[in-house]
């Protein structure tokens, strides 16, 4: 159903190999990033009180083609039981023109599975060039830490700050990832477990997907004109089962984010000194995009992770600073301490609900 070798060739058609560099000025790039890596590292175990408690890989650094082909290994993990279920589901359906065989069967399927495979190439396409650094969980436990080391160089170069303070600056991002799936290694599986509840609550009946899709024709439609919307391409497919998954991985994922952001400013002005230049160039840039990536970037989700950012920042801010470092760790405990989608924008409540009441109101 989808052809992921063309997934792959399409989007490294699409984006490009990245800023000129000599061969030298590529290799010193990657040697950088490793060593910032292991300096992220100890920088961000001494401010969160968090270390790895399971062995994981090296860090990674690629270039744009190897990042989507790391994503594309990882969505045919995910995809592949949906498929099943697709075709297990066909299966089961009565032909009312008797079944597509033989060579017509084959052309029909080799057409879709092109046409699909050049729509996921030309999301990992815009994505690919985005991308400054991913922990990647599905390839296999704990996950990688992946540095796209030419989308890097190009934003260094774009906002004209210095490339070791900033390279250092991505790395404590990234690295805080890599800290919490190794530092609380059930997170991870916790995590696709609610990727797995998602897929079993995939409907494939094609009427229902119909009643969705023009449902969320009209959210889509709400996405271009108001620029507050949260709808994005998810909203045309998500059943109602799959909107309260959906609940508890925003929940989820709007910690790991807003941490991430809360410790790589919390370090930084210690141990990079000219961050508050990049963090106000890189806002800028964020807000200074044209009016049609905007567009793709909401259409795609893209903006409502930005939003999480913002929001989980907040989320880690207030509740560290009613109880400390070591208060707000108790969030790692287990699947029932993390924050409840309703939590995030109400830090007291998680507050209240794992510490008591009183923690609350101090």
Known sequence: MVDWDLAVSTAATLTGGGPRVSVTEAADVVLELRRLTDV???????????????????????????????????????????????????????????????????????????????????ILGFFSSKVLGQYEVFSGAPGRLLLVAPNVVEVERKLGVDPTDFRLWVCLHEVTHRTQFTAVPWLRDHFLSEVNAFVDATDLDPEALADRVRNGISALADA???????????????????????????????????????????????????????????????????????????????????????????????????????GFNQIWTSAGTLPLASEINDPDAWVARVHGATAATN
Not at 90 to 116: C, H, N
Not at 287 to 316: C, D, T
């Open 40 to 122: 992220a590292e100890e920088h961000v175990a001494a401010y969160t009180g968090l270390s790895a408690q399971v062995d994981h890989p090296p860090v990674q650094v690629v270039d744009r083609t190897d990042w989507v082909r790391s994503n594309v290994e990882g969505l045919q993990l995910v995809m592949d039981p949906v498929i099943e279920k697709l075709q297990a589901a066909s299966a089961s359906k009565p032909q009312t023109f008797g079944p597509v065989s033989g060579a017509m069967g084959t052309a029909v399927k080799t057409v879709g599975s092109k046409a699909t495979g050049l729509q996921v190439g030309t």
């Open 224 to 326: 271009v004109r108001n620029p507050d919307s949260k709808a994005s391409v998810l909203d045309l497919v998500q059943t109602p089962a799959q909107r309260a998954v959906v609940d508890r991985l925003t929940a989820l994922m709007t910690l790991v984010e807003g941490h991430a952001e809360f410790v790589m400013d919390g370090v930084g002005p210690d141990v990079v000194p000219t961050v508050e230049g990049i963090r106000a160039r890189f806002n800028a840039r964020r807000a200074a995009r044209n009016p049609i990536e905007k567009l793709v970037r909401r259409l795609l989700g893209i903006e409502v992770k930005m939003r999480q950012y913002a929001e989980g920042r907040r989320f880690v801010a207030a509740v560290v600073e009613k109880v400390g470092m070591n």
